[in-house]
T-cell receptor, first 113, second 113 residues
Framework: EAQVTQNPRYLITVTGKKLTVTCSQN?????MSWYRQDPGLGLRQIYY???????DKGDVPEGYKVSRKEKRNFPLILESPSPNQTSLYFC????????????FGQGTRLTVV | KNQVEQSPQSLIILEGKNCTLQ??????????LRWYKQDTGRGPVSLTI?????NTKSNGRYTATLDADTKQSSLHITASQLSDSASYIC????????????FGRGTSLIVHP
């Protein structure tokens, strides 16, 4: 089954404690991206990756890092989380950023206290 | 600044009725426009994708239209079902080398029996 898998689904952490949210896809997609979704706001792109070792900033990259060492995995790293990074995070993948269907993960709800 | 405005913000209809959701955008130049359905707490699911040269695209009971001249799109839902209750999100992607999409805030649809 074609899917994008994020882990964990829920995470509560303390300010400053480094964390990683994993994202894996089984569709051999080249394009992957991370988004955050906050109440009253639309989804906003954090980072995206066109292929292995090719990543670029989205709309709201501050406080986040990513890596793309393998085609299937695109982890999101918060080196020093702060309360304003409390949000619902989604990973997505597609064949390309152009007119191809994008598949989203099930989401990771992060709370930073 | 690129913007995507959706209306109405929320909508309540009776099961079996039709409805139309609106999306106005300022993104230019424009590559593609997508409509997603997002159930509460889940990742968005793709409904339709249209390039600037297409003016209509259907997916079952969902029909999207696009007027690239006026920068407007609509999503028409026919014979609504209880399972259509969700948030519907319009997303516009630019062309010209930028791969950062702009998301609307969504229309929350509730279908009552």
């Amino acid at each position: 089954e074609a899917q994008v898998t994020q882990n964990p689904r829920y995470l509560i952490t303390v300010t400053g404690k480094k964390l990683t949210v994993t994202c894996s896809q089984n569709m051999n997609h080249e394009y992957m991206s991370w988004y955050r979704q906050d109440p009253g706001l639309g989804l906003r792109q954090i980072y995206y990756s066109m292929n292995v070792e090719v990543t670029d900033k989205g709309d709201v990259p501050e406080g986040y890092k990513v890596s793309r060492k393998e085609k299937r995995n695109f982890p999101l790293i918060l080196e020093s989380p702060s309360p304003n990074q409390t949000s619902l995070y989604f990973c997505a993948s597609s064949l390309s950023p152009e007119v191809t269907e994008a598949f989203f993960g099930q989401g990771t709800r992060l709370t930073v206290v | 600044k690129n913007q995507v405005e959706q209306s109405p913000q929320s909508l309540i209809i009776l099961e079996g009725k039709n409805c139309t959701l609106q999306c106005n955008y300022t993104v230019s130049p424009f590559s593609n426009l997508r409509w997603y359905k997002q159930d509460t707490g889940r990742g968005p699911v793709s409904l339709t994708i249209m390039t600037f040269s297409e003016n209509t695209k259907s997916n079952g009971r969902y029909t999207a239209t696009l007027d690239a001249d006026t920068k407007q799109s609509s999503l028409h839902i026919t014979a609504s079902q209880l399972s259509d209750s969700a948030s519907y999100i319009c997303v516009v992607s630019p062309s010209g080398g930028s791969y950062i999409p702009t998301f609307g805030r969504g229309t929350s649809l509730i279908v009552h029996p």
